[in-house]
């Protein structure tokens, strides 16, 4: 009997091959595929007649095949089916490359439903490979709404439809009801088994949003349930009350004076620490707003209570850079920091632990291998992770597993919408340096088209010419995404600068370099021996380049508002002038309004909401910046009303029930300890 859990290989057709490529996204059971939601639908269910249908329009016709289809060979690996069809209404030239079967299959004088482009002019159309059934069998590809799925190599649409359809017919039934009765009669919403069904099958459109808005409701709901579960528990959680140091010890020993936002968060914190209960606190502040500064202090206050530090950042650049900086803190002041990253020696990594495990070191500061090369503490009694959303929950959990219940500071410059903030930060209580420090400057920005190209170029050679640098982000390009030439690729652009400045260091780092590659791409721009460093997004991530004058945003309509507004953040951290320039292609109407948003303001929290409410809350759970499990549906939404009633849903059955221990609630109960990857050990 095959289960949810079952092997995805259950499926006809699925085998060692395919089971891999299914693997790619996220697809290893049955379970997984039921939710593997389609990512668009095209309506294939209205036909048109063909003298309806303008050029650049795409349509179903029915039409009869009016002359032998004729195959001809252009040249080699290039052969041609030509064929013209008719309906009443007028008729259309098709031609099918390299599909010589077509041939074949299309028959003079039946009629077919075709899908497809509609090209050519008003007075002779064309189309080019549309799809097509016989009329008297249509409904698979054609007279229906159609599932698009997202592919991989090795995975075609109608690959997953059939699957989608057999992993139904097998457990279609027992999909768990998630939501209590009460919630989905007060909200109208389908059951489950109608949801799945019905998302990937949809008889209408009407039926589909009830699916989807079922679905949607359902995710958010589980992980507004889950926030309000963790905060409850961690509610109760005891942990290690401190003594309060005199913090203005601290703050004198510093090279300035903190700001009034740094002193409240790290006042906040410290009474946390100070509560006999667990401190899980977020600082959420912008770029530059200074939060190492407070986690320098809560790591002296600890250090002054003999508990020692943990301090785990992304990438080993930013912990080589907070080892530096928190070793300026903390040193003047007693406190003994080390570093610990993978591309140590095993002698250096050797020492470190050695140093932690015997107390002898104060502060940890690390990467990842703080987790992963099994570090002993001798006594934990602070974890602060920088850049949180970067690290999963559950890799925050595998640090503080280290320590007997120590205090957690995350640390993130990702501003969040106040209403969103409870769906993703719900489990932390939250301080916002809203403040900079005196002095800084605002970085000029300006939103700009191709034609603005060798101003741009002059630019650049005058900062560089002045000593600065220029950073220069191109977009992902995804391997799936199909290659539009107008989007630059971080290799390819730099190549273009390599040409047009070659008198200039042209350096660049993206995402599929090994890390090695990568640090030293990213150490040669710190040490200022790259002029211009073309990147994808990676730089995004708190890297602190204080010579660096220009940010260059190439294709900046691909890119969403916060992310644009963190990359701007990487300037304008020295005495320098800052600008950024966000380099638009061919922006629409809409694009050109998101961009004009960037321009006015340079305020993190305003940039996010004008994000949310011209996009919609999905991109911020679709952006995987946060540390939250997968989404599955409701990053392709963008309904804030549903996201509301699925957090006074969640909220009222809290409320009732805190611990979930009503028999009704046990699959959502399980499903939340499987998403978080915690057990109810972990969880008490
Ligand atoms: P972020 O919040 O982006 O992590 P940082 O902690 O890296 O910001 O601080 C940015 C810069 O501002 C650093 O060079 C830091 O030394 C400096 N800084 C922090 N607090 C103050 C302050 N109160 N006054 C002046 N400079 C400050
Ligand atoms: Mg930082």
Redesign the pocket.
Known sequence: MPELHSDIRYIKGVGEQRAKSLARLGIHTLGDLLNYFPRSYEDRTVERPIAEVLPEETACIRAMVATEPRLTHVRRGMDLVKLRIVDDSGSAELTYFNQSYVRDQLVKGETYVFYGKMGGSLLRKTMANPVYERADRAGVTTGRILPIYRLTHGISNKLLLTAEESALEACGDMLPELLPGRITARYALPKAGYAYRNVHFPPDWETLALARRRLIFEELFVLSCAMHLLRGRREKAPGRAVKIPDAEKFYSS??????GA?RRAVTEALSDMASGKCMSRLVQ???????????AALLWAAAENGLQSAFMAPTEILAK?HFA?LTGFLEPLGLRVGLLTGSMTARQKREVKAAAEGGVLDVVVGTHALITEDVGFHDLGLVVT?EQHRFGVEQRGALTAKGDRPHVLV?S?TPIPRTLALMIYGDLDVSI?DEL????QKVDTVSVTEEYRDRLNGFIRAQVGEGRQVFVVCPMVEESEALDPAVKSATEHAETLRRTFPELTVGCVHGKMKPKEKDAAMDAFVRGETDILVSTTVVEV?V?V?NASLMIVENAERFGLSQLHQLR?RVG?GVHKSWCVLMAHDPTEEAKQRLRVLVKTSDGFAVAEEDLKLRGPGDFFGSRQHGLPEMHIAELTGSMDTLKEAQEAAKSVIEKDPELSDPELTPLREHIARLFELNENTWN
């Open positions: 510093l090279p300035f004076a903190p700001t740094q502040g912008d770029v530059g707003s200074g939060k190492t500064l407070v986690a850079q900086t920088d640390m410059a340096l420090p005196p002095g800084r708190g602190d204080p953040g951290r």
